[in-house]
């Protein structure tokens, strides 16, 4: 159990996956090694502050770990009072394990992510009825869930089922359904998907891990003894599969895909089932639901006909239906004509697309509706068809339509609605749009035939414009006090008074952007607008920041710190550079990828200096002294915050980052007097630590309420370390007013959690569980169950 704790906070600590606490614990740690190695008594150099050379190390190997667990239990041996604090600290640990986290989030959310169904669905009844009997079949392989695998070509109507089947049986699976687009051949990393999956089954933000394997980990923990439907559609191998399988063998896993499961089946006891066209009797009834009864019947034989020509394939049935059902004008007759008419190869429109799309040719049922379809648009909702074509979007949004197609907003947002009437858009969300990969797959080929690459490149480049305009806007509501680099912040001004609760709605904005932002910055990189991918990934800085998704914040970082080398190499701005390589450095931390994060920081630094930006140079020498923090090297880490410090003194009244010198160099004298408090130089870290709050305080525009509460929690936390329980209860009274003053609800609970230690220590138990209601109910408030769980413990302690 001990050296699970001590991994456990390690690992914590060095991604920051534990937020707060997890800090907090992690430097608890290091006091008890501490002690353990100067006696226990923790006096040995109090008084003088020298670090010596016997101060622990921040245990990284296996040995190190089991090491350090074997120091915590020596230490408890020595007295009563030694064991009951590393009882304390393993308890505490014990809240930040992902071991913790299922049992609390199990009864916080039975997610349920499944898409609606279709009203005009049709047949498929055998597919049912097979996963019926999967379901009831006893004696699967222990631990291994029922996988069921839906097979067949695009547009066979692989999702349409899987979710009509999952609807059927979810009253059978009362924990929830868990469902993702997989992406197909445009794979979304099974890091995101994990992420996603853990957030709706009550994992905090904060707590989920920055790597995949943690994840996954975590994933089967949380999945263990539920019993869940788990849809994971448009996969395109098992290796996407295999990292989202439940660990529980009362789960159900459903999978669609283009291509045949081997992997699953033979590794995995995945059960095929390969969907077929639909009869030509189930054609006649879908197309004559989706066409519906607001227009004359038409005689059998041409419905028929119309139904023939579909090939029985289930998205051209409803695409074909839907223009029937909204273009009053259109004939059964004419469209079972053009049907044939393309079929046997006498129609002459549009071979540009025919000509091109290889094997499928001219007889493919989803191309040929799709090209009458496309012929019945007027001309500009045709162009806004291929426009919207030229990237594969995760979704649509009327701003990105109007970008790529060049029209407003209001013409968009009706041509979108139009194209989803006709069944060649499907809305997935309110105004938020996505193709089908075939539809979409049809509308690139006519855009590149008829618009050619120039302007397809053009349509990107505008959508990636205006989505680098939404996200420097957000990101400027969600931090508006941090520096930035790049022309897309220069017009944005601070409201004079601004609503706290203003960062959190910009936050669950720019979340709701974030798959589409990394598509434009992929899509900007692949067409060389280096000037663009630098700066969206600039504007996804506070998102990353406080949400995490670290694989999608390395990839894209990937490509902005080779886009700013790029433009740096000719006449774009070096100080990019440095800006990409630091941001970088953030996301391999979180990803617990430490040696990467520290060359990134390395590399950020040289690329600073070598183009004369202190602001950016300090802060790569800063965030290496917050890496130092976190390794326990504080000595190490004073040294980078007071270099940081110089690096600052040298800009100059007028020179670039001037106006954030004050507010830089208050958060470093912060950090100095963090570093110098754990290194027990208890006087000169208060000095510090007060001077940074005096700073704060006499910022422009009313002062930083924010960065103020947290250097009150840093002097609650050195008083506490020094063993003056009054004076520290005392800054964390300030800290609590600060908090709300500054509406920073998560961090307000936090302080009030550590005042509530406070009482405890001193014996004041009937204060200890007042704070401790009022921080569960602010934990409550933020949506936090794993700090609710664990301040309802403490206060089940106290009232037992």
């Not at 190695?37 to 190390?57: C, F, I, L, V």
């Not at 029985?312 to 059964?332: D, K, M, N, Q, S």
């Not at 607008?529 to 996804?540: N, P, S």
Request: hydrophobic share 45%.
């Amino acid at each position: 159990m001990a050296v699970s704790a001590v991994g456990t906070v390690v690992s914590s600590a060095l991604s920051g996956a534990g937020g707060e606490m997890g800090r907090r614990t992690s430097e608890r740690l290091y006091d008890l090694l501490s002690r353990g190695r100067a006696g226990g008594d923790g006096q040995s150099d109090s008084a003088s502050g020298a670090a010596g050379s016997d101060r622990p190390t921040l245990p990284v190997t296996e040995a190190e770990l089991t090491a350090a667990a074997r120091q915590l239990l020596e230490l408890a041996r020595r007295s009563p009072e030694s064991a009951r604090e590393v009882t304390e600290w393993v308890r505490e640990a014990s809240w930040l394990s992902p071991r913790t986290v299922p049992a609390v989030a199990h009864g916080a959310s039975r997610p349920q992510m499944l898409p609606p169904s279709t009203a005009v669905f049709t047949d498929r009844a055998e597919v049912l009825a097979w996963l019926t009997g999967l379901v009831d079949e006893a004696g699967h392989a222990p631990g291994a869930p029922t996988i069921a695998v839906l097979t067949g070509p695009g547009g066979i109507g692989k999702t349409a089922a899987v979710v009509h089947c999952a609807s059927a049986l979810r009253e059978r699976f009362p924990d929830g359904v868990l469902f993702a687009d997989l992406g197909g051949a445009f794979a979304h990393p099974p890091s995101d998907v994990l992420a996603r999956f853990l957030e709706r089954l009550g994992v905090p933000p904060a707590m989920v891990p920055g790597d995949e394997a943690r994840q996954r980990d975590l994933y089967r923990d949380c999945t263990a003894e539920r019993r869940l439907i788990v849809v994971l559609d448009n996969a395109h191998d098992g290796a996407q599969v295999i990292p989202l399988l439940p660990a529980s063998p009362e789960c159900l896993v459903l999978v669609t895909s283009r291509h045949r499961p081997e992997r699953l089946v033979g590794e995995y006891g995945a059960r095929p089932f390969s969907l077929r066209p639909l009869s030509t009797e189930d054609s006649v009834t879908l197309i004559r639901r989706v066409v519906g009864s607001g227009r004359r019947p038409a005689p059998d034989a041409v419905v028929r006909a119309v139904a023939e020509g579909t090939g029985g394939i289930p998205l051209a049935v409803c695409t074909t239906g839907a223009g029937l059902a909204v273009r009053e004008h259109l004939t059964w007759e004419r469209v079972a004509q053009r049907l044939s008419d393309r079929v046997h190869g006498h129609d002459q429109g549009d071979t540009a697309v025919r000509e091109g799309s290889g094997q499928e040719g001219a007889a493919d049922p989803v191309r040929l509706v799709q090209d009458a379809s496309y012929g019945e648009l007027a001309p500009d909702c045709a162009a806004l068809y291929r426009a919207i074509a030229v990237w594969p979007w995760p979704t649509v949004t009327v701003l990105c339509a109007a970008q790529a197609a060049g029209v407003g907003e209001g013409e968009a947002r009706a041509l979108l609605e139009h194209l989803a009437r006709v069944h060649l858009l499907e809305e997935v969300g309110e105004e938020r749009y996505r193709f089908h990969d075939l539809t979409r797959a049809h509308a690139r080929a006519l855009a590149a035939a008829e618009d050619g690459h120039g302007r397809m490149a053009a349509a990107v480049r505008r959508v990636a414009v205006a989505q680098l305009r939404l996200a420097a806007g957000l990101d400027f509501r969600i931090m508006p006090l941090r520096w930035r680099l790049g022309p897309a912040y220069d017009r944005l001004v601070r409201p004079e008074h601004r609503d706290p609760a203003d960062g959190k709605r910009a936050l669950a904005e720019l979340r709701d952007e974030r798959e589409n932002l990394a598509a434009v910055i992929q899509a900007a990189a692949h067409h060389g607008f280096d000037d663009l991918v630098w700066q969206l990934c600039e504007a996804m800085w506070g998102l990353h920041l406080l949400l995490g998704f670290h694989a999608q914040w390395i990839d894209t970082h990937l490509l902005g710190a080779e886009a700013a080398r790029r433009g740096a190499a000719e006449f774009g701005d070096p100080r990019a550079v440095g800006r990409m390589c630091t941001q970088l450095a953030f996301g391999y931390l979180g990803a617990g990828q430490v040696d990467r994060a520290a060359d990134a920081l390395t590399r950020a630094r040289a690329a600073d200096r070598a183009c004369g930006h202190h602001r950016g140079e300090a802060t790569a020498v800063e965030a290496l002294g917050l890496l130092r923090l976190k390794q326990w090297e504080f000595a190490a880490a004073e040294r980078c915050f007071e270099e940081a410090q110089e690096i600052l003194s040298r800009i100059r009244p007028g020179q670039d980052g001037w106006e954030d010198v004050p507010r830089a160099t208050a958060l470093l004298t912060h950090h100095v007097g963090r570093a110098r408090a754990k290194q027990r130089h208890f006087p000169a870290a208060i000095a510090h630590l007060n001077d940074a709050l005096d700073r704060f305080r006499r910022l422009p525009g009313g002062g930083d309420a924010y960065n103020a509460g947290r250097v009150y929690m840093s002097l609650g936390d050195a008083h506490l370390d020094a063993g003056d329980v009054e004076q520290a209860r005392v800054c964390l009274d300030e800290a609590v007013k600060a908090m709300t003053e500054a509406g920073a609800g998560l961090q307000l609970a936090d302080a009030v959690e550590v005042r509530a230690r406070c009482h405890r220590l001193a014996g004041r138990l009937a204060e200890e569980a007042e704070d401790l209601r009022t921080a569960a109910a602010s934990y409550e408030e933020q949506d936090n169950p794993v700090g609710l769980a664990r301040v309802r413990a403490r206060l089940a302690e106290l009232e037992a």
